[in-house]
């Protein structure tokens, strides 16, 4: 990744107006999510042109909250053991010490919401 990638990526977000909802980096590849995708193509297009791009339509957002979460020991354990049957997609958390942000298809929402809440809230 060169030097300003990620600052001229996030620059085309924003002269198209769309926020970017969750980040997740490697040494190889960004991952984001964006709430509106009304301007997606245009995006799309300009970003083609300092990187290579694909989307996946059809996904949905999982946010965890919870006090510490980040210094809870095996608390990340649990959450994928209850999302053992869900393909995670994406996993973000931030320097919050309170969120865990986590991708999935639609399709799995009602399951993942489930077993998340059985796992997390058993008592």
């Not at 354990?77 to 958390?93: D, W």
């Given at each position: 990744m060169a030097h300003g990638f990620l600052a001229e990526a996030f620059a085309i977000f924003d002269r198209h107006r769309?926020?970017?909802?969750?980040?997740?980096?490697?040494e190889v590849g960004v991952s984001l999510t964006i709430d509106c995708d009304e301007r997606l193509d245009e995006i799309t297009a300009e970003l083609a042109s300092i990187a290579e791009v694909s989307h996946t339509a059809g996904q949905a957002l999982v946010?965890?909250?919870?006090?510490?979460?980040r210094d809870t020991p095996g608390v990340a354990a649990v959450i994928f053991g209850?999302?053992?049957?869900?393909?995670v997609r994406?996993?973000?958390?931030?320097?919050?010490?309170?969120n865990l942000s986590l991708v999935i298809g639609e399709h799995d929402l009602t399951e993942a919401i489930g077993a998340l809440h059985a796992a997390l809230f058993a008592d």
């Amino acid at each position: 990744m060169a030097h300003g990638f990620l600052a001229e990526a996030f620059a085309i977000f924003d002269r198209h107006r769309t926020a970017v909802d969750v980040v997740s980096t490697s040494e190889v590849g960004v991952s984001l999510t964006i709430d509106c995708d009304e301007r997606l193509d245009e995006i799309t297009a300009e970003l083609a042109s300092i990187a290579e791009v694909s989307h996946t339509a059809g996904q949905a957002l999982v946010c965890l909250v919870g006090d510490a979460i980040r210094d809870t020991p095996g608390v990340a354990a649990v959450i994928f053991g209850a999302l053992q049957a869900v393909n995670v997609r994406m996993v973000s958390q931030g320097s919050s010490r309170m969120n865990l942000s986590l991708v999935i298809g639609e399709h799995d929402l009602t399951e993942a919401i489930g077993a998340l809440h059985a796992a997390l809230f058993a008592d």
